[in-house]
């Protein structure tokens, strides 16, 4: 699989401890841009043409790169001791691909007329 863009940043100092005000929020943040991906999606649904609704499938898919990120970021910080890291991630990039042929989908649905 090729490398995330933005895989070979290190934004975070490695510490040895993490307070769990930082916990709260690292899961908070995921919460949120899991919430965004399906909230995307069902505004998008709500809108007139499939134009606009191509567009809310790129906003989601936006959301499900933010969220690709931040298991990048707990991962590194070992908030993910308990659960299969590698398992989430693919299902993020599952997700990616189902939202990419949804776009191109409604993408060659708009230029047919």
């Known amino acids: 699989m090729a490398q995330r863009p933005f895989a070979r940043f290190r934004f975070l100092p490695k510490h040895k401890w993490i307070s769990e005000t930082k916990v709260y929020g690292i899961t ?3 919460r949120r841009c899991a ?7 069902a505004e998008g649904y709500g809108k007139r043409g499939n134009g ?3 567009r809310y499938f790129n ?13 990048l ?15 989430l ?12 042929s949804l776009t191109r989908k409604f993408e060659v649905e708009r230029l047919a007329g």
């Open 59 to 71: 906003i989601a898919a936006g959301s499900a790169g933010e969220l690709e990120y931040r298991f």
């Open 89 to 100: 991630n693919d299902g993020v990039v599952e997700v990616k691909r189902m939202l990419a």
């Open 35 to 41: 919430a965004s991906i399906a909230a995307s999606i």
């Open 73 to 87: 970021v707990a991962r590194e910080l070992n908030f993910l001791d308990e659960m299969n890291p590698q398992l």
């Open 52 to 54: 606009e609704f191509q």
């Open 28 to 30: 908070c943040q995921i």
